[in-house]
């Protein structure tokens, strides 16, 4: 039997389930940056893990076995949105990670860039690289990258 309450309340749970899909699948553009790579990069979509594992260190290779070169936007704002959205991390929490990885011979440590536009440039002349900007500030010369 048909319960028109049931249906309601039904009804508002999987629109409730379908925001939060779609809010999880634009977080990264949401939160107020995004995630570019130079057009050499084969991915054109990143889990939020994946990501996580390439600013961490730890995946170090596209799917195509080039080296991802990561960069880093020194813009406090954008950088500590970033970090905490996508990675789980203050800044400070960021550094004390690469020191390690620095000091114990992991890692080189990842250029960083004070402004967007600077970040763009990088990023679009430079194979294989990976960067974050302000939101809406990307321009053509590079690809934006989405995050699941």
């Not at 570019?36 to 889990?47: D, P, R």
């Not at 996580?52 to 076995?65: F, H």
């Not at 960069?71 to 004390?96: C, H, I, N, W, Y």
């Not at 690289?129 to 500030?137: C, L, P, T, Y």
């Amino acid at each position: 039997m048909f319960h028109p309450k049931r249906f309601c309340i039904t009804g508002t749970k999987i629109l409730l389930l379908l925001c939060l899909i779609a809010w999880g699948q634009s977080s990264a553009h949401a939160a107020g940056f995004i995630v570019i790579a130079n057009k050499s990069v084969i991915e054109s979509t990143l889990t939020r893990a994946e990501l996580q594992g390439i600013y961490l260190g730890e995946k170090v290779k596209w799917g195509n076995r080039k080296h991802i070169k990561i960069a880093v936007l020194e813009e406090e704002r954008t950088l500590k949105e970033f970090l905490q959205v996508m990675l789980g991390k203050t800044p400070s929490q960021f550094d004390q990670h690469w020191v390690r990885m620095v000091t114990t011979g992991k890692a080189s440590l990842p250029p960083a860039f004070p402004d967007s536009q600077q970040m763009i440039d990088f990023v679009a002349k430079t194979p294989n690289a990976i960067g974050f900007v302000a939101g809406g500030q990307t321009g053509d010369s590079v690809k934006t990258i989405a995050i699941k």
